[in-house]
């Protein structure tokens, strides 16, 4: 099996590479820097086909679609907004242009994309059944998902892995929390009422390799444990994993002064289940928080990090 990915380097990107390669298959990078190793292909997201070169697609099983500037990274300028908008919407178009080029036609393509579809949900259940939501994130998810489906048009499977928050050690939003949990400095955001859906980094690249095997599955598919949990629950079990209270809250008035616009995708409510992938027959090794968190933050030895061939 050959599989092409971009975003290699990231969090995903990273494990799925070293998950796939464990099992004997072939992967190839699409990387946004001249290419260094046999196994890179150099990529222009902002370029209108990907400037991709059409040949080094031949072949190409699958591709997974991973890139796109970080959200949480930093404050939302426009500027800022107007690059996690062309790193993903742009860059999906781009890829397509250059897959749809290819001389071989590639049998499927799998894209990111995440929970922030459905917008602020409350307490209300939602899977890929939901309308989108409304707010920055929920559009830009949805011309996100939009620009990937033209891949469909021409014969192409294609699926929208609408993650939930990754858990890991390596990256994301655990580490970010941990020195200050660490310190006994945890903290509820705003009322802690808020759902968050989550899954561990182990069962996302789990889920992917599933929907990648499995021809019936296209469009949307939820990539979330399928027990999301409000963010008071995920604070006490973060705190009790680090044998520490979290007795405080972040009051979102505050939190809205620090972070602008990003402070709502914290205080929004998303309690997404994972119904295409609970009927394909997908089990969890993590449905637990606790054990989740516990799972998590002892991944690190999970994955090398350097999945370069031949490094
Ligand atoms: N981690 C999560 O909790 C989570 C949740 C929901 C959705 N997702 C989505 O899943 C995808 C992968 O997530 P991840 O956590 O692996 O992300 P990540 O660690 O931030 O990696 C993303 C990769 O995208 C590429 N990239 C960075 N900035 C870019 C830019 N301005 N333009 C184009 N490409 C850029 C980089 O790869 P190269 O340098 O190799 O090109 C980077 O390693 C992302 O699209 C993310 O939005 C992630």
Redesign the pocket.
Known sequence: MRIAV?????????ALTASLRADGAEVL?????PARAADEVCWD?SAPNGAVNPGALEDVDGVVH??????AERRWTPARKQ?LR???VS?TSALVAGILAAPEPVPVLLC?????WYGDTGDRKVDEAAQSGRGFLADLVRDWEAAAASAATAGIRVAS?R????LSSR???LPRLLPSFRLGLGARIGSGDQYLSWITLADHVRAVRFVLDRADLTGPVNLTAPTPVTNAQFTAALAAAVHKPALLRLPAGLLRLALGEMSGELLASCRAVPSRLDRAGFTFADSDISAAIRTAMNDAAAWPRDTAAGT
């Open positions: 971009t975003g290699a380097s990231g969090l995903i990107g990273t990078r699409l990387v946004r820097r997201p991973l890139s796109g500037a970080s959200v690059e062309a790193s993903r860059s990111a994309s995440a929970v922030g892995l993650s939930g928050i990754v990256g994301g939003m």
